[in-house]
């Protein structure tokens, strides 16, 4: 079993709808989350941390659910800018490595 | 604001060529990393440092080298080129208290013919 899973995708969704991914991961002793995104051939860009409590920015909701080893992201209102890959990444406690899915492709068409 | 800064954009080596890629970051991060990203794959850990001085192999370390020499900078060395090497190569760092995300350059894209 890979240590963090992502489904590759393409999520393939229309403007304004809402779409979901879930990431899930291993080691039961991970402790940071991040989502990044990443545009084709461009460097991945933070777009948020997971927090235990779940957290929140604009239309992008993050939520981590330690007893089953996933995080999710949210995305409501999907815009045309949103087209982009979303990369889960997460890193053990006292690891100098950060985990990295291969990410999850979305394309929001109008 | 540099953040982490990857010099050069571009290159075209050919094969059996030494080249050296440069990462520079302005935040005072302890930790740096090089990555490769090929074509329909994920980031692929080449080597990494801990801080000034140290260094360390990652999961697809060979035909690389590295140097910290300096906090700020992390040197990424192919010492003669293989087409196996066309890739986009990313530096990223981070601080060392944990919890923290990465922040990573630009990319250099290198192409071996």
């Known amino acids: 079993r890979k240590e963090v899973e992502q489904d590759p995708g393409p999520f393939n969704v229309p403007e304004g709808a809402t779409v979901a991914f879930n990431c899930t991961y291993s080691?039961?002793?991970?402790?940071?989350f991040f989502w990044y995104r990443q545009d084709c051939r461009k460097e991945p860009k933070l777009l948020m941390s997971?927090?235990?409590s779940g957290n929140e920015d604009g239309r992008f909701t993050a939520q981590l659910n330690r007893a089953s080893q996933y995080i999710s992201l949210l995305i409501r209102d999907s815009k045309l800018s949103d087209s982009a890959t979303y990369l889960c990444v997460v890193t053990s406690g006292g690891s100098y490595i950060p985990t990295f899915g291969r990410g999850t492709s979305l394309i929001v068409h109008p | 604001n540099a953040g982490v800064t990857q010099t050069p954009k571009f290159r075209v080596l050919k094969t059996g060529q030494s080249m050296t890629l440069l990462c520079a970051q302005d935040m005072n991060h302890e930790y740096m990393y090089w990555y490769r990203q090929d074509p329909g794959m994920g980031l692929r850990l080449i080597h990494y440092?801990?801080?000034?001085?140290?260094?360390a192999k990652g999961e697809v370390p060979d035909g690389y080298n590295v140097s910290r020499l300096k906090k700020q900078n992390f040197l990424l060395g192919l010492e003669s080129a293989a087409p196996s090497q066309t890739s986009v190569y990313f530096c990223?760092?981070?601080?060392?208290?944990?919890?923290?995300?990465?922040?990573f350059g630009d990319g250099t894209r290198l192409s071996i013919l």
């Open positions: 440092s801990v801080g000034e001085g140290t260094t």
């Open positions: 990223a760092s981070r601080p060392r208290q944990g919890g923290q995300p990465q922040h």
């Open positions: 997971v927090y235990s």
């Open positions: 080691n039961s002793a991970s402790q940071s």
